[in-house]
């Protein structure tokens, strides 16, 4: 749960940043530094950027590998059918 809160925060922090596309524009007119609103795009990005490493140091890293081999263990049979479809698609693609 607490997983998906961070996805939902750093969606909602991009879909913030939509209505600042316009500011943009209209300051790329102006002097860089004399536009109020392009400041606050600094602390935005910067709290997405710490929303996105809070979540990075989270994961547990040395584990990684067994997980993905267990992964991959369980969804062998399906892994087996996507290679033979794309095998498959390969084939009618070509000809």
């Known amino acids: 749960m607490a997983r998906m809160l961070v996805y939902l925060a750093f969606v909602g922090l991009c879909g913030l ?4 596309g316009r500011v943009l524009e209209w300051a790329g007119s ?3 530094l004399a536009s109020p609103a392009t400041s ?3 602390w935005m990005g910067g709290l997405m950027l710490g ?3 809070a979540w ?3 994961i ?3 584990a990684l590998s ?3 081999a267990g992964w991959l263990k369980v969804q062998r049979r399906r892994l087996g059918w996507a290679l033979l479809g794309s095998i498959c698609a390969a ?5």
């Open 17 to 20: 940043l939509v209505p600042w």
């Open 30 to 32: 102006e002097p860089a």
């Open 40 to 42: 606050s795009m600094g």
């Open 51 to 53: 929303i996105a490493l």
């Open 56 to 58: 990075l140091y989270r």
């Open 60 to 62: 547990e890293w040395s």
């Open 66 to 68: 067994q997980r993905l």
């Open 91 to 95: 084939i009618l693609i070509y000809f």
